[in-house]
């Protein structure tokens, strides 16, 4: 599976931005898509995810400002971000989970840059 994310940028604090994510290659197993964010020598925390059943999960941090949404084209998925603080600069990462016959991996984009400024 390959991942591609983009959409990153700089913006003012209140501002808005939309990321987008692409898998390809063998996705018949996509269980889940989702963005990580992670700054400085943290771990990569998990934002947002949208599972196959269309159940979504979200960061308590982003919830009622981030939402995760499927494109038009299979396998792609947004993420909607309003009311961005400075406190969501990271490196946002696009996540992808497939699952088949118990065999579970996951597959990773390049992560996407997000600043904010105050």
């Known amino acids: 599976v390959q991942v591609v994310g983009s959409g990153g940028g700089s913006v003012q604090a209140g501002g808005s931005l939309r990321l987008s994510c692409a898998a390809s290659g063998d996705t018949s197993c996509i269980s889940a898509m989702g963005w990580y964010r992670q700054t400085g020598g943290k771990a990569r925390e998990l934002v947002a995810q949208?599972?196959?059943?269309?159940?979504?999960y979200y960061a308590d941090s982003v919830k009622g400002r981030f939402t995760i949404s499927r494109g038009n084209v299979e396998h792609t998925v947004f993420l909607h971000m309003v009311s961005l603080t400075p406190d969501d600069t990271a490196v946002y990462y696009c996540?992808?989970?497939?699952?088949?016959?118990?065999?579970?991996?996951?597959?990773w984009g390049r992560g996407t840059r997000v600043t904010v400024s105050s």
């Open positions: 949208i599972t196959s059943a269309e159940t979504t």
């Open positions: 996540n992808v989970e497939s699952l088949c016959d118990t065999v579970g991996a996951e597959y």
